[in-house]
T-cell receptor, first 113, second 111 residues
Framework: EAGVTQFPSHSVIEKGQTVTLRCDPI?????LYWYRRVMGKEIKFLLH????????ESGMPNNRFLAERTGGTYSTLKVQPAELEDSGVYFC???????????FGSGTRLTVV | GQSLEQPSEVTAVEGAIVQINCTYQ??????LSWYQQHDGGAPTFLSY????GLEETGRFSSFLSRSDSYGYLLLQELQMKDSASYFC????????????FGQGTTLQVKP
């Protein structure tokens, strides 16, 4: 079984530019979560999809962040325009149902300069 | 709100035993999980405790005391490959599945 795949693994962009992160969950997993870890701090929840529907986006920092999951398969997280404080590692996780152990991707390390 | 506290760094030698503590504050509780993350890698689920007591999985054990809002991860027979960050996490009180993580403990294993 393929794991959770995230692309790109690294991205360096300038302040004001746009970046789109992609997550391919494990096939058949309805639940998809986005998290972010800013340097040295905790991993923080961003949002949760069940299939193509946003169940909880309470963790999204502001309206510069837009997440989609068209067709309930892969998901994208767009940051537009990027700011310096958006730098961090963005993780995606998926599960079939509510679980205590999720499968995470290796993350996208975003650096905004 | 919910919050978790764990030490930022722990250092131990190969072959030793190390304990990583986690205290939490939460208005609802659905169990304590532990994740391991090697630098640049994916957080990997290690263990889960819903009830008080010790859960053992090979060299790793996890303990929970709900009355003390406290848990720990115990790593025995440390190996160099155990050098990583370890996160404790609880499920949010909304019980939608989202996790609240501690800040992570960086474990350095020395020869």
């Amino acid at each position: 079984e393929a794991g959770v795949t995230q692309f790109p693994s690294h991205s360096v962009i300038e302040k004001g530019q746009t970046v789109t992160l992609r997550c391919d969950p494990i096939s058949g997993h309805d639940n998809l979560y986005w998290y972010r870890r800013v340097m040295g701090k905790e991993i923080k929840f961003l949002l949760h999809f069940v299939k193509e529907s946003k169940q909880d986006e309470s963790g999204m920092p502001n309206n510069r962040f837009l997440a989609e999951r068209t067709g309930g398969t892969y998901s994208t997280l767009k940051v537009q325009p990027a700011e310096l404080e958006d730098s961090g590692v963005y993780f995606c996780a998926s599960s079939q149902g509510l679980s205590y152990g999720y499968t995470f991707g290796s993350g996208t390390r975003l650096t905004v300069v | 709100g919910q919050s978790l506290e764990q030490p930022s760094e722990v250092t131990a030698v190969e072959g030793a035993i190390v304990q990583i503590n986690c205290t939490y504050q939460t208005s609802g509780f659905y169990g304590l999980s532990w994740y391991q993350q090697h630098d640049g890698g994916a957080p990997t689920f290690l263990s889960y405790n819903a009830l008080d007591g010790l859960e053992e999985t090979g060299r790793f054990s996890s303990f929970l005391s709900r009355s003390d809002s406290y848990g720990y991860l115990l790593l025995q027979e440390l190996q160099m490959k155990d050098s990583a960050s370890y996160f404790c996490a609880v499920r949010d009180i909304s019980n939608t599945g989202k996790l609240i993580f501690g800040q992570g403990t960086t474990l350095q294993v020395k020869p």
